[in-house]
Structure formats: structure tokens, C-alpha cells
């Protein structure tokens, strides 16, 4: 499971705090406790007036880079934001994200053409969210269309299938896994991945929502996700998930997960 | 998801003591407590010496029927102590459990026949649990002969794959899956439950794995399981994976189950 580290935002109010204050040492701690806590990759997000994002966003990646060896996801709803910031990373690592809406996707596709830098895309157009699977996979086609043509491999991309609120779902998420599980076959070098919340949106005792859908998630397919290492429970509950898919030999990730204390106080 | 209440049992050294000491008062809350946290069936199972089995089950039955209007699954390894049993109790019930080893079902199945009693059946028989997945659909195809020729409808039955533990499994919990896809594919209307915590067996943070178990096994169809409903966490994840398979219009029961409090403190 990709673990791509979600905490550097500044939708999150003490991170915004802490951009406003130039507070180096609290976004060295996020990016390197998550590192700690077994991510994979550091999401930075500037979430500022677009007429700073883009030296909030190289502030923001200098100090990860001095906290942790992670690569970056670089994460901006502007993919020109997005393909200017790749430069401030010292290695390849994720565009967080591109999609078929305007021109996102031919904006960064040829960016990162001859790179080794991955892409989340999102499988949505210039007319929102598909509300069937079937239009998903239409989109999905599309984008596989241009990455072909990038000549950027399956194995490059993590496909978020964007899931909707559970609350006002009249099938579940049975339409999401079918989707997963479609794109999967289609393509088994693919990443697919997904935050873990917006399913239990307008639900109490959300994370129960979040912990079930993400297991589920996985069973389908999914193998890289947008969400806080730092949610021990979580973490705990994705090792295992491994485990009982059989992706885990003698269950020696998650007994190391253990050791290092990735999982927490068991509840 | 029909809960089954596992508390009751003399293999749990606190019970067992209550049993020593004829502590009715400790059998009935812990039977109130099961019946509030939201269980379907309260199961009793004595773990005594034979010689007082049956005179034990008959006190703990007695009593859990003081405390609760709820049926009682009868859970002893002795056939002839389950269907000695059944006479305790006000209602029909579950009995708790049959297999294909020795003559179990043989005495079991004629005594429930013309009944409304409910069955778990488990996937072994004299030759011990079958390795493979095919074995077991075997034993199940065994099984559900039987079961025509007693009248006994699939709806009356809890099948039992029988998971094994998963850290000397080599691919994890996937056979199980097929065999729980398979069963409920043949039988929509026939039950598949289980324990939750054998898969754990010889594992750090056995929680985690339990948990994230039922919920990959839910999704393949199990719908019923032998667990402690006081745990808060295990319930929250159980009412959540219901919605998320879309058997719960608008989460109304996901709600519902907050509200009385069924999921305590969320972490």
C-alpha cells in the first residue's frame, strides 16, 4: 500500500497558521513525523491566494526536503502551479492531481513525459463527476489515451475514482469497487487510489466509515491512498488488510509494522 | 449482520469462575449487556466437564432468558448436549454447531427439523478442516444434502468456512473468499458467519487483523458472526461495511446504531 501522507495543507487550519507565520519547525515535525510513521510520499498543498502559491509552495517543499529523503506530492487545483513546482523536488515524485477537466492533463502530461514522476488522476471532466461507473471508465479510457500517448506507463499512474458521499448513496459503494476492480484488470500495473473521507461526509463517528471503505477499498484493488499516517488505527487496519489479501508473506510487514510502532494502542 | 453474543462462555476464565461460584447476577448482565449492544442471539456455552454439562448449560439458560428476551444459540462440541439443550429454551433458537464429523448433523438435523431453529454448520468433517477451497464447497454440497432431507431451509443455516490462521496462510484470506462467494452464489438466502479472531491466531495487534477480517469476509458475503458486541470499534466498523454494501438505505440503521451508542468512542 502507498501511504501518501496528507497532513502538509493549508485547508488545515494550523498549517495555514503555520504558512502565515513562516513557522519552519512545525511543517519540518509534519513532514518528517509522517515520514516516521511509514509514508510514502510527503502531499504539500498551499492552499494560499493563488499570488503566493506558488513561493508557498517552494518554502513548503524546501523544508520537507531538509526533514525527509520522501518524495513530494505536489498538490495544487492549478496544474500550472503543479508542473512550475516540480522543480523545487530534488527527486521525481507525484503531480497530486490532473484530470480531463480544461487542460490539467495536457498541461502536465508532457511535463513529466520523459520523467519518472507518477500522477494522480482523477477520473472526472469539464462536465463534474461522472454519476455512473460506466462514464468513470469512459474517462478513465480517455486519460489512458493521452498517457499512451506521454508514453507514461500504467505503472506511473494512481487513479482516483472519486468517491461520493455514502449518505445519499442508493448502492453503497458497489458501483466504486466495480469500477476499481474493472480498471485493475484493464490495466494490473495500475495504482489506484482515493482520500478516505469524503465517503462518511454528513455521518457521525465518521472514521468507522473511513476504516471500513478503505478495507473494502482494498479488497477491490485499491493500493495507494491519500489519508494521515499519523491515524495509528488506520495504519494498523491497512497492514493487516495486506496481510489477508496475501500480499504479505508470513505476515512479516505487518509484524514490522508492529515492531515499529506504526500501529498504536490496539482498541 | 446478525450478531451472535460469544461472552457466555466457561472458556473465559471470568465466566468460568461465575459458574464455580453459581454467580447468577455476573450471567445476567453480561447476557443484558450483549442483548444492549445490539446482539441477535446470545450465545451459551457451558465448557465444563461433562459429567455437569448439561445441568450448566440448563442454569446459564435459565438465566440468560431472566435477563433477555433474545434467542440463545446452544453452543456445546457434544451434539447430544446441544439437542439435550434445546428443551432450556422459551424459543427457537441457533444451535451452535454441526459438522460432518462423526454423527453430529445425524443427531442434530432430525431433532430441529420440523422446527424454526436455526443452525451453524462448520466445513470439516472426520478428516479434520480441508485444506483447499474445493474440499470444503465439497463438504458443503455434503452438508446441504442433508439438509434437503431434513426440510431445513438454507435460511436456517450459518455456514462456517472455518478460516484458519493467516500467518502461516500463502495467500491469505482469497480461498476463503471464494468459498464465501461460492456458498452464498449457490444459497443467496443461506447465512455464512464465523469467528473473528482465530485468523489472528500468533499475530501482534490481533484487533486489527480481526477487524479488518470481517470486513473483507462482509464483503464477500458473510452475514453473520460469532463475536463480543461490546466491542465498540468491531460494531462500529460492522454497521458501517453494511452501509458501504448499500443494505442500508440512506444509513438510516448506520445512525440509528450511533445514536443508542452502540459504537462508543471513536478513534
Not at 23 to 40: P, R, T, V
Not at 62 to 75: G, K, R, S, Y
Not at 229 to 257: F, N, Q, R, S, V
Amino acid at each position: 500500500m502507498i501511504i501518501i501522507g496528507e497532513k502538509i495543507n493549508g485547508a488545515i487550519p494550523s498549517v495555514a497558521e503555520a504558512i502565515a507565520q513562516k513557522d519552519a519547525d512545525f511543517i519540518k515535525k509534519l513532514a518528517k513525523s509522517q515520514a516516521d510513521a511509514g509514508a510514502h510520499f510527503i502531499d504539500v498543498c498551499a492552499s494560499t491566494d493563488v499570488a503566493v502559491e506558488l513561493e508557498t509552495m517552494k518554502w513548503l517543499i524546501d523544508l520537507v526536503q531538509e526533514a525527509t529523503d520522501l518524495p513530494i506530492a505536489v498538490d495544487s487545483p492549478s496544474a500550472e502551479i503543479c508542473a512550475a513546482s516540480l522543480k523545487f523536488c530534488n527527486k521525481p515524485g507525484l503531480v497530486n492531481s490532473v484530470s480531463l477537466e480544461g487542460d490539467k492533463i495536457d498541461l502536465v502530461f508532457p511535463v513529466i513525459a520523459d520523467t519518472t514522476w507518477e500522477c494522480v488522476v482523477l477520473l472526472c471532466d469539464d462536465t463534474s463527476i461522472p454519476k455512473s461507473g460506466e462514464q468513470r471508465l469512459e474517462v478513465f479510457a480517455a486519460i489512458m489515451e493521452k498517457a499512451k500517448k506521454h508514453n507514461i506507463s500504467p505503472a506511473r499512474l494512481h487513479v482516483d475514482p472519486l468517491v461520493e458521499m455514502l449518505c445519499t448513496s442508493e448502492d453503497g459503494i458497489n458501483m466504486m469497487l466495480g469500477v476499481i476492480r474493472e480498471i485493475k484488470k484493464q490495466y494490473p500495473a495500475i495504482h489506484v487510489t482515493g482520500g478516505a473521507s469524503n465517503i462518511s461526509f454528513n455521518l457521525p463517528a465518521r472514521k468507522f466509515v473511513n476504516q471500513a471503505f478503505l478495507v473494502l477499498a482494498m479488497g477491490a484493488g485499491m493500493d495507494s491512498a491519500i489519508i494521515n499516517p499519523l491515524h495509528k488505527h488506520m495504519m494498523g487496519l491497512i497492514y493487516a488488510t495486506e496481510a489477508l489479501k496475501g500480499m504479505d508473506e508470513y505476515c512479516i510487514e505487518y509484524i514490522g509494522g508492529y515492531r515499529k510502532g506504526l500501529y498504536g494502542p490496539v482498541k
